[in-house]
């Protein structure tokens, strides 16, 4: 169970189950893997004496001001990057035998290998979920037949069930909580579901409506005043 590549495996489910979990909160079963993959990896290090409390509170604790950074704090700064060094800092030094460490040589590339382990599993676990997001729901995926294949046009008889959000698309509004890629917007005084078309979008940012699907409004940063003039 302390084999570095079993290691770096449960890492990378780790910070994608935390990803995924962010991306679309609510589903339970990303941060469920995640929280298992977290037992796996820090129980066999905790019982050879390797991870000790402290380590693990520092991942915690790291979780904890991500979250907050998400879904609470605006904007990404001191919160958000304190949380991704503690996580990085958590993870690495429970792979570490911090009872004989010291600043000798091998200790010190013990602890840079640590590192490097730590932050390639979670680059790699990011880049992974980003792909996985946008492939593993496609149509001609294994997944695919989880989702409607079949078109519902208007003359067979199908009725859209809300066409008020057909009408906002053009319509201006602002970032009423921020966008990384969904949050919520305000627009003609209501607040919708919206998702970044752009991206991350900060709070207050003024927005344009550009589709509107199965309940969700999809939007981009709107062009200031002076170059649509133009």
Known sequence: MI???L????IMIIIGGIYFELQTPGIGFPILASAIAAVLYFSP???EGMAENWEILLFVAGVILLALEIFVIPGFGVAGISG???IITGLALSLVDNVAFDFEPRHIRALLGAIMLVVFSMLASILGSIYASKRLFASNSFLG???LGTIEKSEDGYVSVDMKGK????????V???LRPSG?????NQIYDAKSEDGFIDKDTLIEVIRFESGQVYVIKKEDDELNQA
């Not at 290691?7 to 449960?10: E, K, S």
């Open 3 to 5: 084999n570095p590549i």
């Open 7 to 10: 290691q770096g495996i449960l």
């Open 45 to 47: 290090l905790y019982l």
């Open 84 to 86: 991704i060094i503690l």
């Open 145 to 147: 037949h989880l989702a």
């Open 167 to 174: 009408s906002l698309i053009g319509k201006t509004g602002t």
């Open 176 to 178: 009423l909580s921020v």
């Open 184 to 188: 919520k917007v305000f627009i003609e």
